[in-house]
């Protein structure tokens, strides 16, 4: 009784983390627009990282900020040295976990991220709403939430005050394939 | 039995440990896979660090509006003029022809020079090991002197007399994430007619630093060190100090010069004040640059 008790202890224990499956995105897609009535402001990057482990529903996100692609090519200078200072904080990080998420389900089920984004070193707990599709296994997520750039410690100078939205509007979508070690 | 529920515990703690550093894990990864940041923002925001040139090139489709503007007094108590006695300025364009190569035109009011030049971005820095450690930018640049009689008179009708030629190794390195220096040996070709004893040829060195106050506020200085100039009058080095505003799609230079002139081989070769406060030698200095984007980085 204790032994296979202790057998089953182990197997809970180690199984978890070393059998976990995982699934990757590597070119995943994130845009941000800026709409106001002055100017708007869109700026795209498809070069982000995104991994889910499907045994424990969390999931992490990855993306380099100089890798964001502006219309006009000296907001992105602006966007770089002046608002995200992307020599001092490189990334964007995100962690967090997808709310009674059912691997198993077919077709899109829409369901609650919750978890800690990190941007201009500053960590903000959030909660997306996202919607996934599994096709057989390859699971794509996509979905849309606003951020407000004062949360981030981005100070915006009062002269362009109407060219930036206070609210930031971002998109993403992710397409997985399974990851090996 | 002691030991085995120790044994368990020790299980169930290692398990919740697990557990709980799941989620770091999935970061590792992705950090793991991700490829370093490399990127580091350019060490100078404008294509000017003060009256010379920087490293910084314009990207391809952009089209910047340049005017510059300096002001100056005459020596005197009494002046009856507005605001100030004497000013010149010089108009440019500048056309991104590819990320690396950019090409400008302008002319100057003042001393009737029209230049142009052409910059090519030949590195750009980047952090990591195999990565470039400076922004290096060659510059050539050619004059063209319409004036009739100058100050610096002897300039005869010959049209190949009225052209001076410079070309400069533009090095520079953003040392810390607000500190950027830049140095630019130059040569610079200019027959100036005064004196048949003085050498056509010129050797210089620039320094040039920018140091960020805030976001969109920074502080500039540059520096010319002529190594042989002319002797039939005394010429001095040109400085500058001067604070840049840089926002959205204008960016504004203010600064204190000795040099009236705003092209390579004028500024380099006959600045004929030295810096101080009194007047006319005292400078004050206004560039505006307006940046036009004619291409859609964005891919639709």
Not at chain 1, 39 to 60: C, D, H, P, W
Not at chain 2, 20 to 30: F, G, M, N, R, V
Not at chain 2, 141 to 155: H, R, T
């Amino acid at each position: 009784m204790n032994k296979s008790f202790l057998a089953l202890l182990l197997i809970l224990s180690f199984g978890i983390t070393s059998n976990s499956e995982k699934v990757i995105a590597r070119q995943g897609q994130v845009s941000f627009f800026s709409y106001t009535s002055v100017e708007n402001i869109k700026a795209e990057n498809n070069q982000v990282y995104s991994i889910i482990n499907l045994q424990e529903g969390t999931i992490a996100v990855d993306m380099l900020m100089n890798a964001f692609v502006f219309e006009k090519a000296l907001m992105r200078e602006h966007f770089n040295e002046s608002y995200i200072e992307s020599d001092i904080y490189p990334k964007a990080t995100f962690q967090g976990k997808i709310i009674d998420f059912d691997t198993n389900a077919q077709g899109t089920q829409i369901k609650m991220i919750k978890g800690a984004f990190k941007m201009h070193g500053v960590s903000k707990d959030i909660e997306i709403k996202t919607k996934i599709e599994n096709n057989n296994g390859s699971y794509t997520l996509s979905g849309v939430f606003e951020t407000f750039v004062k949360d981030y410690n981005i100070n915006i100078p009062p002269l362009l005050a109407g060219n930036i939205a206070k609210s930031i509007a971002v998109n993403f979508k992710f397409e997985y394939q399974p990851y090996e070690n | 039995m002691k030991i085995k529920k120790i044994v368990i515990a020790c299980l169930l703690l290692l398990g919740g440990v697990h557990i709980s550093t799941a989620q770091d894990d999935l970061l590792d990864i992705l950090n793991n896979e991700q490829e370093d940041a490399t990127y580091v923002p350019p060490a100078f925001k404008m294509t000017r660090v003060a009256f010379g040139h920087s490293t910084e090139i314009r990207s391809k489709g952009v089209l910047e509006l340049f005017t510059a503007t300096r002001f100056w007094n005459f020596p005197g108590d009494r002046s009856q003029s507005f605001a100030a006695d004497k000013m010149t300025t010089r108009i440019a364009l500048e056309y991104g022809v590819s990320d690396r190569l950019s090409f400008g035109i302008g002319g100057t009011t003042f001393d009737g020079l029209f230049d142009s030049y052409l910059k090519y971005k030949l590195t750009s820095q980047e952090k990591g090991e195999k990565a470039a450690p400076f922004n290096i930018t060659l510059l050539q640049a050619g004059s063209y002197n319409s004036s009739s009689g100058s100050v610096y008179s002897g300039l005869s009708g010959d049209f190949s007399d009225r052209l001076a030629f410079t070309s400069q190794v533009l090095v520079s390195r953003k040392m810390s994430s607000k500190f950027s220096l830049q140095l630019a040996p130059t040569f610079v070709h200019k027959p100036l007619g005064v004196s048949n004893q003085d050498n056509k040829n010129f050797f210089a060195l620039g320094f040039g630093a920018r140091y960020k106050l805030g976001p969109h506020l920074s502080i500039v200085s540059e520096y010319y060190r002529t190594f042989n100039p002319i002797e039939s009058f005394d010429t001095y080095d040109p400085f500058a100090i001067g604070v840049n505003w840089e926002l959205g799609d204008i960016l504004i230079q203010l600064m204190l010069t000795n040099t009236r002139n705003m092209v390579e081989d004028t500024f380099i070769t006959q600045t004929t004040n030295n810096f101080n406060f009194k007047d006319p030698n005292l400078h004050f200095g206004f560039n505006a640059t307006y940046v036009f984007h004619l291409k859609n980085k964005l891919k639709k």
